[in-house]
């Protein structure tokens, strides 16, 4: 008869990062995924898509600048925040993101004010410098919103962060989230920024297209990660047990999968399918709404769920 | 590098700067004085140790590498307990007891007073014989001894009837006198019950990890695999009670397949012949029906036992197996005596060894007279034919005190150091008896459960504010003198107790015996060994007199022989050879929720008194050691999982704990560690955690040694 | 000891007794508050009555010649001496507490009262005297092995060269000093 071990405890006490980290993440995606949007807005058609890509740039500096202050006020010595910006750790991803964030922050200022209706930099000739800093812009925000999920990912000791889906899932869900909050937006500002008569309209079956597009990568996303850590380490299997099955079950499975993934799926599919031309903002505002809890949840799950297990080491 | 792990520490740190981590060392560099004393974490070992001040602050302990019980290791308490000079609930001044309950504080003046006006009252009415005293055996009992024989009274008791006098009795009959074991030089180790990794002695799992890096070979018997079972080689689990069988079976073949030191048995034993015929009725084939060791395992066990003569040894025992604890103790302990020497290891490298005892200066030689032993039997029987004969003079009958008072033969006490209200079988038993007392005083630094029935609770000075007497403890192979010494200022007003008694003894017309001072008393001690009290107070430790050597020594028994049929014991109506005896109880085999309930120390808690360190009760809950054991399959028999909450009952009580499911331990026990449950309202850290054994025993008295018999309690656990 | 002293533990999980001395003792050595660990024992069970064991196996910062504690930290607080010993400028810790989530070993822990992460230093402050960890002086058993494996005439050294050991986690690329007899 082998030894087999009796005891195996995945469940850990301790919750290190809380809700704080969470917003933090979450609100770096909104930003990084608006400002991604309006960017590509920009890049493909600015006058026909003009309330998107103003909509982005009003939204990108902002939900970053609030998870900012959820972050520092995580630190156990938020007094000493400004230490990670007297010094540039190129192995710590921590480090590095605090950089780029700060570079985006300055950036994304920058864009909203050049997106304003009047000219207040004296910018809007200079096109090769309103080019630069759109590209700054995308490139920044497309490293701000892999940073959130990078920041888990490379994390040995935690089995259900260390799988190279988590950066593409909080990616794929940045984006995700950035749309939503435009689209949250413009149901609110009716009419949108547009000149011409169907501004509105044109704007939203972009939205509805794109994440169409990006809720179908985002399951494809779920169901890899689900399979490879259902597949992998006796670590990863009892950890994605937590999240699955575990305390945290009704959290991902109705939370994310159900109201983050397949209604907005669903109503996307609608609209794309039923052919609805016109913007109707009660199902935007639905859809983009549970998109934006389920990107929230999605967050909040990994990462408590992740502090909770760890890797068994023998 | 160093090579010594043991000493290292201890002699590269003589007392100057310090640092305590890279960090802090950077910045701070504390000056520390370093100051060795003895530990008092516990009692039984009380090792040598350095106290670390730091600004004032006791700081930290190390070993004093040349103590033989420690040898420059420490314990998880001796760690701890040197905090608890801090500890809030410490007793500040003496203390009345009001009429409400109460307790106010009082000059040691008044204290003293009331006590020897109320004493000699009673003493006057009853006499001096209806007094007792009542000590963990420390350092300061034979300040207890002459206190209490001054006033004519013989009743000096210990916790042993609670702990060991089954060994003693045992091994005294056997061969005069309780012998150490050679560890560190063994061949092949047999622990039954014993298991010194959780009932703590340093010295001994330092020896048997010694041994076994040497090769030997470790066999732990016991119901429970235990913390020393984590090192054996074999663990057999045995039957709760029946080590006896197991024992009988094994002389049964060291004896039929001629494996004994026939020289030895020949030359230093009597009784071998009545052995030989009474043990073939012992063979394993008998014995694994009772003990539940396959009889192959016993053949294997005793050859090898045998063959590694006389390098081989069963272990002598403590509390666990057969200190106090079935009816057959007795019995057991003897059989552990005689399978021990049948194979001659008595006095040999390897094998038991008398251990070395220097006799220690007298008061006598500084012109303080001895006040005479009173010739009077002692109130609880001990050592008196016809009542409890083999029992120890010395030890007393703990437990006998609630029935003495209750009978009205006891009327006043002195407590010191000692809570038998918590660690004496049926509280309420014991309360009641407590209660009737006319008299109680309890000396001690915290209030416990008896210190809380008293009518006068007088604060002695923690071990660290205070210098004992020079003491012996640290003799075995070779013979030390260690002392308790003062390492910081009492925080209190609190007094040493030579101070104490002192003050007692002048209202009570003794004083004459006490009139000396601490300082005076050591220094007579240490006259014999040409040793100055300061010598030994830099030192913490010094070596006397030549080390134990190799060789038959006569016994102190009646015919200077070990004796494996002893005449003595027949003649007070004992068996007088080791006889298969059952138990007093047995748990219901038709009841699923019926078990037998043991008990057993974890390394990080002492008796009833360090439940109340907070950083001990911290590890207590943080590694959830606070839980009763039982067997996996039995606890899913009755639908408890691990960490569920059960409810314990026997005839004399009911608890609730949660409880560990474990395969390491036999199916018909459970296993409650023992140090818990503490009920007095003044231990704050430790009030209400858990729950303690002594709520299901009744109580009882071994009708030889009148000891509790500490595991014959049925109890029926029960999902809450 | 050597001119370079590169530190490391041998830790015989098969003596270990579960005690908790050296809990205790690194406990007042560094003068922890209650709460606060740098070491711990883990307890694991084998096997079915009556065929059964436990193995404790003592646990603390593995002092990791690739420690992911160090590469996490963003403010260049954690890191690694050139005597092998991993250690905390509690000064630059912000207490962002990235570096716990990084250990596998759960070795480090934030300190109440002022906020920054503390763990087990190998006492340093006492090493070069010729003095041992707190951990390693108490042990019992003398489960632990404490010295400088650049020392060919060390114990460690000799002790390393003699029984097998395995490194903890050694599959997480982590490389740690402490090296264990697990029997």
């Given at each position: 008869m082998g030894n087999h071990q009796i005891k195996r405890t995945q469940t850990l006490r301790e919750i290190y990062?809380?809700?704080?980290?969470?917003?933090?993440?979450?609100?770096?995606?909104?930003?990084?995924?608006?400002?991604?949007?309006?960017?590509?807005?920009?890049?493909?058609?600015?006058?026909?898509?003009?309330?998107?890509?103003?909509?982005?740039?009003?939204?990108?500096p902002f939900p970053i600048m609030a998870g900012m202050v959820g972050l520092v006020f995580d630190l156990e010595r938020p007094w000493l925040f400004w230490l990670l910006l007297t010094t540039f750790q190129y192995k710590s991803i921590m480090?590095?993101?605090?950089?780029?964030?700060?570079?985006?922050?300055?950036?994304?200022i920058v864009y909203f004010i050049i997106n304003l209706p009047k000219d207040y930099l004296k910018l809007k000739s200079k096109t090769g410098t309103v080019n630069t800093i759109k590209l700054s812009g995308f490139v920044l925000s497309t490293c701000v919103a892999l940073y959130t999920g990078l920041l888990l990912s490379t994390l040995t000791a935690r089995p259900l962060w260390n799988t190279p889906m988590i950066p593409v899932l909080l990616f794929i869900s940045a984006i995700i989230d950035g749309l939503a909050a435009i689209s949250l937006v413009l149901c609110l500002k009716r009419g949108g920024w547009g000149g011409a008569p169907n501004e509105t309209d044109f704007s939203h079956s972009f939205i509805t297209k794109v994440d169409f597009t990006l809720l179908y990568f985002l399951s494809l996303a779920t169901a890899i990660f689900l399979i490879g850590m259902g597949r992998s380490t006796e670590s990863a299997v009892s950890a994605l047990a937590v999240v699955t099955g575990g305390g945290f079950s009704v959290s991902f499975w109705i939370g994310f999968v159900a109201a983050g993934i397949v209604i907005p799926f669903i109503a996307a599919a609608y609209e794309l399918f039923a052919k609805v031309k016109t913007h109707k903002p009660w199902l935007s505002f639905i859809s983009a709404t549970l998109a934006l809890l389920g990107g929230y949840i999605v967050r909040s799950v990994i990462i408590d769920a992740g502090q909770l297990t760890k890797t068994i080491l023998y | 590098m160093r090579a010594a792990a043991g000493s290292a520490l201890a002699s590269g740190l003589a007392a100057g700067t310090l640092s305590c981590s890279t960090e802090r060392a950077a910045g701070v560099r504390p000056d520390a004085s370093k100051i060795p004393t003895q530990c008092q974490g516990c009692g039984a070992n009380r090792c040598g140790i350095y106290v670390y001040v730091k600004n004032g602050r006791v700081w930290k302990a190390d070993g004093n590498p040349k103590t033989y019980n420690n040898a420059g290791t420490v314990c998880p308490r001796g760690h701890a307990y040197i905090q608890d000079i801090y500890n809030p609930d410490r007793i500040k001044q003496p203390l009345k007891r009001t009429d409400k309950g109460t307790y106010e504080p009082i000059t040691w003046e008044q204290a003293f007073e009331e006590i020897s006006t109320k004493l000699n009252l009673l003493i006057m009415d009853d006499g001096p014989q209806s007094v007792f005293w009542i000590q963990y055996p420390m350092a300061n009992m034979p300040l207890a001894f002459r206190f209490m024989h001054a006033l004519g009274s013989p009743n000096t008791i210990t916790h042993g009837a609670t702990c060991f006098t089954a060994r003693n009795a045992a091994f005294n009959a056997t061969c005069g006198g309780l012998p150490d074991n050679d560890l560190k030089n063994s061949r092949y180790i047999i622990m039954v019950g014993r298991n010194p990794a959780g009932g703590v002695k340093l010295q001994q799992i330092r020896d048997i990890a010694e041994a076994k890096r040497k090769g030997a070979r470790l066999v732990v018997l016991d119901p429970r695999h235990s913390e020393t079972a984590v090192m054996a080689d074999d663990w057999l689990a045995v039957r709760p009670a029946s080590d006896l069988a197991f024992l009988l079976a094994m002389i049964n073949v060291i004896i039929e397949e001629g494996l004994y030191d026939h020289k030895?048995?020949?030359?230093?034993?009597?009784?071998?012949?009545?052995?030989?015929?009474?043990?073939?009725?012992?063979?394993?084939?008998?014995?694994?029906?009772?003990?539940?060791?396959?009889?192959e395992t016993i053949y294997r066990i005793a050859r090898e036992f045998a063959f590694n003569k006389p390098r081989a040894l069963i272990h002598r025992g403590y509390h666990g197996g057969y200190g106090a604890g079935y009816l057959n103790s007795f019995q057991t302990a003897r059989a552990v005596a005689i399978a021990n020497f049948l194979i001659g290891n008595y006095e040999r490298v390897g094998g038991l060894f008398m251990p070395l005892k220097p006799t220690l200066g007298e008061l006598e030689k500084g012109g303080h007279p001895a006040p005479a032993i009173p010739d009077v039997e002692k109130a609880d029987g001990a050592g008196v034919p016809g009542r409890y004969p083999t029992a120890s003079y010395s030890d007393g009958i703990a437990h006998a005190v609630p029935e003495l008072a209750l009978a009205g033969k006891l009327k006043a006490g002195f407590v010191?150091?000692?809570?038998?209200?918590?660690?004496?079988?049926?509280?309420?038993?014991?309360?009641?008896?407590?209660?009737?007392?006319?008299?109680?005083?309890t000396i001690d630094c915290v209030m416990s459960e008896t210190a809380a029935l008293s009518h006068y609770v007088l604060p002695e000075s923690f071990f660290l504010e205070r210098d004992d007497h020079v003491d012996t403890v640290h003799s075995g192979p070779v013979a030390q003198l260690t002392m308790v010494q003062q390492v910081v200022k009492p925080m209190y007003d609190t007094k040493p107790l030579l101070e104490i008694i002192t003050g007692l003894s002048r209202g009570l017309g003794i004083g004459k015996y006490f009139n000396f001072t601490m300082d005076e008393l050591n220094d007579l001690r240490l006259r014999p060994f040409g040793v100055t009290l300061d010598e030994l107070k830099k030192g913490g430790v010094i070596e006397v007199g030549p080390r134990w050597e190799e060789g038959f020594k006569p016994c102190k028994t009646p015919s200077g022989k070990i004796e494996f049929y002893s005449s003595q014991l027949e003649a007070w109506g004992l068996d007088p050879m080791p006889r298969w005896q059952e138990p007093l109880v047995a748990p219901d085999s038709s009841d699923k929720n019926s078990f037998r309930l043991l008990h057993g120390k974890q390394a990080i808690h002492t008796h009833s008194m360090t439940a109340n360190v907070p950083y001990l009760m911290e590890l207590s809950s943080r590694y959830d050691m606070i839980r009763l054991w039982i067997n996996r399959k039995r606890a899913e028999a009755i639908g408890l999982k691990d960490g569920d909450t059960a409810v314990v009952e026997s005839d004399i009580g009911k608890g609730t704990v949660r409880v560990r499911l474990t395969d390491g331990l036999h199916p018909s026990a459970v296993w409650m560690p023992s140090g818990y449950g503490i009920f007095s309202k003044y231990l704050t850290t430790a009030y209400g955690k858990g729950i303690n054994y002594n709520d299901f025993l009744d109580t009882y008295f071994d009708p030889a040694v009148g000891h509790i018999m500490s595991n014959e309690i049925i109890v029926r656990v029960a999902k809450a | 000891m050597s001119a370079n002293p590169k530190w490391a533990m041998i830790i015989d999980t098969t003596r270990c007794v579960?005690?908790?001395?050296?809990?205790?003792?690194?406990?007042?050595q560094n003068?922890?508050?209650?709460?606060?660990?740098f070491n711990r024992i883990e307890e694991q069970e084998f096997g079915h009555f009556p065929n059964y064991n436990r193995r404790f196996t003592p646990m603390q910062c593995q002092h990791c010649d690739?420690?992911?504690?160090?590469?996490?930290?963003p403010t260049g607080a954690s890191y690694k001496r050139d005597d092998g010993i991993v250690a905390v400028d509690i000064k630059k810790c912000i207490g962002c507490k990235y570096c716990i989530l990084s250990c596998p070993y759960n070795a480090r822990v934030v300190n109440d009262e002022h906020g920054y992460v503390h763990k087990c230093s190998f006492c340093a402050g006492l090493l070069g005297?010729?003095?041992?960890?707190?951990?390693?002086g108490t042990c019992p058993t003398g489960v632990r092995v404490f010295g400088d494996l650049n020392d060919p005439n060390s114990e460690i050294s000799k002790l390393a060269a003699t029984k097998k050991t395995v490194q903890i986690g050694k599959d997480l690329n982590t490389r740690p000093s402490i090296y264990y007899i697990i029997g």
């Open positions: 990062w809380n809700y704080l980290i969470t917003f933090y993440l979450f609100s770096a995606g909104i930003s990084a995924g608006a400002m991604i949007v309006s960017i590509a807005a920009d890049f493909i058609n600015p006058a026909k898509y003009v309330s998107v890509v103003r909509a982005g740039a009003y939204i990108a480090s590095v993101g605090a950089w780029i964030i700060s570079l985006f922050s300055g950036v994304s | 030895f048995v020949e030359e230093h034993t009597i009784g071998f012949d009545s052995l030989r015929d009474e043990i073939v009725t012992y063979p394993p084939e008998w014995a694994e029906k009772i003990c539940d060791i396959p009889k010191y150091h000692m809570n038998p209200v918590r660690t004496n079988p049926n509280p309420a038993r014991v309360i009641a008896g407590y209660k009737k007392l006319e008299l109680l005083v | 579960g005690c908790l001395a050296c809990v205790a003792a690194c406990h007042n003068e922890l508050p209650m709460t606060e660990y690739n420690p992911p504690c160090v590469g996490v930290c005297k010729d003095d041992l960890p707190a951990c390693v």
